[in-house]
């Protein structure tokens, strides 16, 4: 399969290196050798997955058990999933293109309910059944946990077994109960009889939900267990204290761009600020810290082997750590040292949390972002978000004067009792943050806007969610009233807000409109550009089901589906919240104010804080100081060299594009120690310059980069920058030659004039002969203009191909080399010429095989004639081998692994 992948399908999809799976950190263990194997799925596209840290925890958890192996795999984009159906390639694992039917266990996360069509794609592709009850015997087990696990209903019909709560503990334990029942039997490559297995995962492990032993009331309602030895309601399972351990600090770190490109440290899990529409708040109590010393520790290992730009330090609101003055101080210190930048994504607008977020940015502004929810303070009450205007144009006051100029304002339209006024008062406090901000030009207030959805395990679950129109209308008002004059208004598809409307509150009918909506052609419905709307509006029509009856209020006597599981928080207590909130009365916070009784804290096993918490009037105010950053050439320009790379990009990363493997490289640079000179301003970046760009899918002997480094460079230095490069370099980059370029040396985009490529035609799919390709390249050489249709940005124009090529040839059957020029001022592809000199269709370009073998300035010098210090450059000409591994490889490690 991996032979068929890279050859004939990996070129012809976009962002191909979705499904290599050669990140640093990943893990390959001996199959045979190991009786349990899980294979984990995030239902979204490898960029959102690989942004989940959750994802990174069980990775580092499962695959540190020796009797247990965990490997990934991710929802194939529309593209790949077209090719994997017509190659009938299944849904395979990344770390070693296994089938998923191969696995025990096929667990799923799940983040959002618009990634339920996802899941059922992934199921199918791997060759199951989608409902659990038509499964067999020799069919893996099928798992889902995560947040939206918190109403398994509307998947209860696909999913053999949901995890309710924290994983860390109950994985062991499910992972355990798995590997006795496979023990039990003679070795087949699924021996686990299904029924035995989820009654024992039932009664055995608290957490864990099986809905096939569980049946839903005539009419509806919450499900009940069939046997009264089943757990009723299913207690979500919570992690005591956030263990050292159990965060990895070697990640897997992604080469390719993903949606967040940081290293992320979980400080603390939890939140006791009781936002009533806020169902992370609730399904994650009680608040659990993470020790500072611990993060620390994370970070600096996770710098050295990963080499982020941004160190993000997640909960749902950093500022209620109890000792979180030392936790940003002592993180942003050790950013400094790195060059790299401190994000807090979770801040209050006040003053504390400003101040927080002007100390972590000692290297580089992150952006700042308040979330008031609500336009009026009154309605920040009834949402018991606590924060007065006072306290919001204060926070943007304080940004503006620590060197922001401008915010993020998160809000949320459709709240209960919401009325005209507030949105006046919205309209009132918009323009005063614009007046404070002094707006003449750009977008200096950028308002969030998302509908509100009503969620399970909230006070707010009974209510009414907005109708489509009467959203619509609200947001039009937003964009007529707001926009403009430095406001710029952005708000979430009000399509995929519905659906999440529909699925979040359903019952186990919903599994009908899901699978109808997918059957349609639903995938990707948090993609704007793929959602289906129709396939969802269809799919609700057969099942005799309305949207108004998805959005509808609910009893507070009400059966809800959901309540078949808890977290810990009795209904009669979301009761009265919802009517302090309609009563226009706060609750507090109960970490600084007495508690509120919710019943989730024991008050003995689970350690809410390690230190006694400041009070408020304690609380530091104002913005702190930014200290200098401790290493001042990781940061601002200094007098430097500017040295001269040549690096090879082979076959494990051929599929990363250009962007991508720069920054690679800058990674790499962190992970070395290498002192980059950094640019000015507000947001520094390493000054460096890259040569010709290489199309994703080909690989090269001959890449170049110029780096502004710190300090004299001889050749022992440059020598020990190759081998430190060489050592923290991903399988496939490898660094060749390094020199120093004299004062004013022309840049690498003006210093490159051609390039030397050899296009290999691989069997299948072409079947070339040497006499058709020798015949082709000596009549393309002997004409004076080759006319040639160039499509670029959706445009086409007509251009001359023949001033590009200097020379052409076929070596034999399968090969031509050509040298081309790649300069600035014009320029041609190898596959441009192979159209037009062989004859190639243009659908079948992206499946030759193009390696560079080297660039040339004019004159036929190379970029580094005068470069004195080399390493091994004859271990690169095999560029186009799938297996590629220099003899003698200095990195001493294996390929897959990396060694810093």
């Avoid at 611990?294 to 997640?314: F, P, Q, T, W, Y």
Wanted: aromatic residues 6%; proline residues 7%.
């Amino acid at each position: 399969m991996g032979s068929l992948l890279e050859r004939e399908v990996l070129p012809l999809v976009v962002k191909p290196h979705r499904y290599v799976g050669h990140e640093l950190g990943v893990v390959r263990k001996d199959w045979d050798a190991t009786p349990v194997r899980m294979l984990f799925c995030y239902p979204d596209a490898y960029e959102v997955g690989m942004s989940h840290t959750g994802t990174q925890i069980l990775y580092h958890l499962v695959n540190r058990r020796a009797d247990c192996l965990m490997e990934r795999a991710y929802a194939p984009w529309p593209d790949m999933e077209r090719e994997m159906r017509q190659r009938f390639i299944p849904l395979f694992s990344l770390e070693t293109q296994r089938p998923a039917r191969d696995f025990d266990i096929i667990a799923f996360t799940l983040q959002s309910e618009l990634t339920y069509t996802n899941l059922l794609t992934m199921l199918d592709l791997a060759g199951l059944p989608l409902r659990a009850a038509d499964r067999k015997a020799g069919d893996p087990l099928v798992l889902a946990g995560g947040p939206c696990a918190s109403n398994p209903e509307p998947l209860a019909a696909f999913v053999d077994a949901f995890l309710i709560g924290d994983a860390e503990d109950a994985i062991h334990e499910i992972l355990g109960v798995v590997a006795e029942e496979k023990g039990r039997t003679p070795y087949t490559p699924h021996p686990t009889p299904r029924q035995h297995l989820l009654w024992r995962l039932s009664t055995e492990v608290p957490g864990v939900y099986v809905p096939g032993l569980y049946s839903v009331p005539p009419g509806g309602g919450t499900a009940r267990p069939t046997d009264a030895r089943l757990p009723w309601p299913v207690v979500a399972r919570t992690v005591p204290i956030l263990r050292a351990g159990d965060h990895p600090a070697r990640m897997l770190v992604p080469m390719t761009e993903v949606t967040h490109e940081r290293l992320p440290i979980e400080v603390q899990r939890g939140c006791v600020r009781g936002c009533r529409f806020c169902q992370a708040g609730y399904l994650y109590r009680p608040v659990r810290e993470r020790d500072v010393a611990d993060c620390v520790a994370i970070a600096d290992e996770g710098m050295r082997h990963g080499g982020n730009e941004e160190i993000s330090l997640l909960s749902l609101s950093t500022a209620d750590h109890s000792e979180v003055e030392s936790l940003v101080d002592r993180i942003g210190r050790l950013a400094a040292e790195h060059g790299v930048a401190v994000a807090l994504p979770s801040l209050r607008a006040d003053a504390f949390s400003l101040g927080l977020a002007a100390a972590a940015s000692r290297v580089r502004r992150t952006g700042i972002t308040f979330a008031p929810e609500a336009g009026s303070e009154r309605l920040r009450t009834v949402i018991n978000k606590g924060l007065s205007e006072r306290e919001i144009l204060a926070a943007v006051e304080g940004a503006l004067s620590a060197g922001w100029h401008g915010v993020k304002l998160y809000l949320m339209i459709g709240h209960p009792t919401e009325g005209d006024a507030d949105f006046e008062e919205l309209a009132g406090l918009v323009e005063k943050v614009r007046r404070i901000l002094r707006v003449r030009q750009g977008h200096a207030v950028t308002l969030s806007v998302s509908p509100f959805v009503p969620r399970p395990h909230t006070p707010f679950q009974f209510e009414r969610q907005d109708a489509m129109d009467e959203t619509r209308a609200k947001l039009r008002w937003m964009r007529t009233r707001l926009s403009g004059g430095g406001v710029q208004v952005k708000y979430s598809d009000l399509n995929a807000t519905a659906i999440e409307g529909l699925v979040a509150r359903g019952g186990r009918e919903t599994a009908e409109v899901i699978e109808g909506a997918w059957r349609r052609g639903a995938r990707f419905d948090g993609w704007t550009e793929q959602l289906r709307m129709d396939a969802w509006s269809a799919a609700l029509a057969d099942a005799g089901q309305t949207l108004d009856e998805g959005f509808r209020e609910r009893r507070e006597d009400e059966p809800l589906p959901w309540e078949v599981v808890s977290y810990g928080i009795a209904r009669p207590w979301f009761v009265r919240e919802r009517r302090k909130a309609y009563a226009e009365t706060l609750t507090e916070e109960c970490k600084v104010h007495r508690c509120s009784a919710c019943g989730v804290c024991d008050f003995e096993v689970v350690q809410n804080r390690l230190a006694e918490p400041q009070g408020v009037g304690v609380r530091v105010k104002g913005v702190v100081d930014t200290p200098t950053p401790s290493h001042p050439h990781a940061l601002h320009p200094v007098a430097a060299a500017t040295v001269r790379l040549r690096y090879a990009k082979l076959a494990p990363v051929r599929f990363l594009s250009h962007l991508d493997v720069l920054r690679e490289l800058t990674r790499t640079c962190r992970r070395a120690g290498v002192p980059l000179v950094y640019s000015e301003g507000l947001a520094p970046r390493p000054r460096l310059g890259a040569g010709p760009s290489l199309a994703t899918g080909w690989t090269s002997a001959s890449e170049w980069m110029d780096l502004e480094l710190a300090g004299e460079w001889d050749a022992g230095r440059l020598a020990d920058l190759l081998e430190r490069m060489n050592r923290c370099a991903a399988p496939g980059l490898r660094f060749l030659a390094a020199g120093v370029l004299p004062v004013r040396y022309p840049s690498l985009s003006a210093s490159i004039e051609r390039s030397v490529y050899r296009a290999t035609f691989p069997e299948p799919p072409f079947q070339p002969a040497f006499a058709d390709l020798d015949a082709g390249c000596r009549a393309f050489l002997a004409r004076d203009s080759v006319r040639f249709e160039r499509e670029r940005g959706g445009r086409s124009r007509v251009v001359d191909l023949r001033p590009f090529v200097y020379d052409l040839a076929a070596q034999d059957d399968r090969t031509v080399v050509l040298e081309l020029r790649t300069a600035s001022d014009g320029s041609a592809k190898p596959t441009e010429i192979l159209e037009a000199a062989c004859g190639v269709p243009r659908r079948l370009l992206p499946l030759i095989i193009i390696h560079r073998t080297d660039t040339r300035l004019a004159g036929g010098a190379t970029p580094l004639d005068a470069c004195t210090v080399t390493v091994g450059e004859h271990t690169v000409e095999t560029g186009n081998s799938d297996q590629w591994e220099p003899a003698g490889d200095p990195r001493g490690h294996s390929r897959g692994r990396h060694p810093c």
